[in-house]
Every structure is written in structure tokens, then in C-alpha cells.
């Protein structure tokens, strides 16, 4: 099952890294941070890059919480695996795990592509190609210009904004 890791915001990657070189891999499968692509225009030209999709938020993929959370918060800049308020280590849903792999598409690396956009002659989405095709109806706004998706998604039984890479056919 997956559980959420708080940490600080952009140092996710380090704590990913701390986590898999402190903790025996004995008590977990995988630890990881899900990471987005995005574009960005450089030099006139639209560039792909990635940064973290939850910022501040690590996975860990274990069936033995209590004994991975024991050895995790001796690791430095640990913060804290989010649970309920008894403090009990609560996973994800199994439906937010099924929707957050839907979204990574087999991607190496926990990594959620672009979405590709076709518009028709009037300007207007016609067609999405990728990671949000099958999310279309939970798209509450796409920023065309910037190349970004807004949707609200499911993630520890509540709904968190989280923005998408898009990018437009033209783009190549």
C-alpha cells in the first residue's frame, strides 16, 4: 500500500534519496516522488521539464508502516507520514492508488507526461492524447497559453488541486 511522506517543499528528491539509502529494503517495495513534465518557453522555443506533481509529498510503497515509519523519523529533515489524527499511518485509498498509476501511464520513474491537445479550426479543444485523456470530465481549467491542466484529484480522501502538463500539437 502507498503512503504519504510530508516533507519540505522541494526537498522531496532528497528525502526519496535519504529514505532508500537509511531504511532496509526488507520494509518497503518503493519510495518515490511523483513528478511531473511541463512546458516552459526558452528562448522562444517550448522546452519540456519536470518538477515535483505534490510538492512536499514523498511515497512509500510498504506493507509494514509501523515498522518503516520507526526507522524513517530518525532520518534527517524527516518530516511527517501523514495519518489520522490518533496518529495511526493511514494509506491511500485503493482507488487513489489505481487513479495516481492511471495517470503515470507506465512512465519510468513515477513521471506524469505531457498531455498532447489538438483544437479544431475555431480555436477549441477537440481531443486530448495522454496521461488526462480518460480524466477529461475532472479538468476544471486548461490554460492553453501557459500550457497547463487544473484538476482536482483524489488524495488521502480529500480532493488536491494539482496542475498538468499540456502541450499543443503545434508544439511537435
Known sequence: MWYVIWTVTDGEEEMTRRIRSGLSGRLYRECFC????????LGGEWVE?????FPGYVFLDTDR???????????P??????????????????????????????APGYLVKNTTVYLNKEGNVCRLK???????????????RKRYAVLDIPLRGRKKTALFGIRLEKDG
Not at 508502516?65 to 532520518?75: L, Y
Open 34 to 41: 511523483m513528478r511531473r513534465e511541463y512546458m516552459k518557453k
Open 49 to 53: 521539464l519536470t518538477k515535483p506533481l
Open 65 to 75: 508502516p509501523e515498522e518503516a515509519f520507526c526507522c524513517i523519523k530518525k532520518i
Open 77 to 106: 529533515g524527516f518530516a511527517v507520514l501523514l495519518g489520522d489524527r490518533e496518529g495511526a499511518f493511514i494509506p491511500l485509498e485503493r482507488e487513489e492508488e489505481a487513479f495516481l498509476k492511471r495517470l503515470r501511464r507506465n
Open 130 to 144: 495522454g496521461p488526462l485523456e480518460p480524466f477529461q470530465e475532472r479538468i476544471r481549467e486548461m490554460n492553453l
